[in-house]
């Protein structure tokens, strides 16, 4: 039966091994980095603000939250929320993360087209996200145990373009996320943030790690698209 094919448990084990590795990578590269204090005294709190004040941004405001790894920009509240480790720190790695986080907002200040476009799919993404397989595999399950024909069809389908739209989410993250580390790597470059090749090529690893993680997931996103696309459409017969 489908659910028991081994070819959607070697997709497993590989979405696994993605999603694992960039994960275990860009933790061992954030630690390395965070235990090297950079030159200039300034906190992660302070570059962010810094660089939005350069950017004639006034309206986005910087704020700690909890846990570890969990910064992010927040474009509906304008908040660049940025973890205790990287808001008080002084360290490589806050500066290029907080930098990172404050490329988001100015995205959002400059209408970065793929932003808002991965912001007018994501309504979709969430359905897509929890629906999706569900009608894939209810779709499927009908047509193989039930033997039912072309309403089982629709159903599959319908699940197919509802995870096509977590793909497309995914894949659009991509140009998001590079972007975002290519501006604070050139602003905490040029802006003096950070002094010399040593500082600037350690924030370089710290976002490039970061940078893998999205690539693995948008990569699984697709290999387990593929997978269903292929069983519907492999298997009519």
Known sequence: MFYFDPAYM?????GMILIFIPQM??????????????????????????????????NVHVEPTSGMLSDHY??????????EDIYYGSS???????????????????GYMPMKLRAGIFPAVQT????????????????YLAGMGEF?????????????????????TLPVEFDASFRAIKVLANGGYLVDNNEIGGAKQVLTAAALTYVATALYALIELLYWVWVFFGRRD
């Open 128 to 143: 897509g996200q929890m629906l999706g397989p569900l009608l894939l595999m209810a779709g499927l399950g009908l047509r």
């Open 74 to 83: 927040d474009p509906t509240k304008k908040v660049v929320r940025l973890s």
């Open 92 to 110: 490589i790695s806050s500066f290029g993360v907080a930098a990172h986080e404050v490329g988001h907002a100015i995205q959002d200040y400059q």
């Open 25 to 58: 990578l860009v933790k061992s590269t954030y630690s390395k980095f965070a235990k090297v204090r950079a030159t200039n005294n300034m906190t992660g709190a302070d570059v962010a603000k810094s660089i939005l004040q350069s950017a004639g941004i006034t």
């Open 10 to 14: 070697l997709v497993a084990v590989v």
């Open 152 to 172: 089982t069809t629709l159903i599959a389908l319908v699940g197919i373009a509802l995870y096509g739209s977590v793909v497309l989410f995914h894949v659009i």
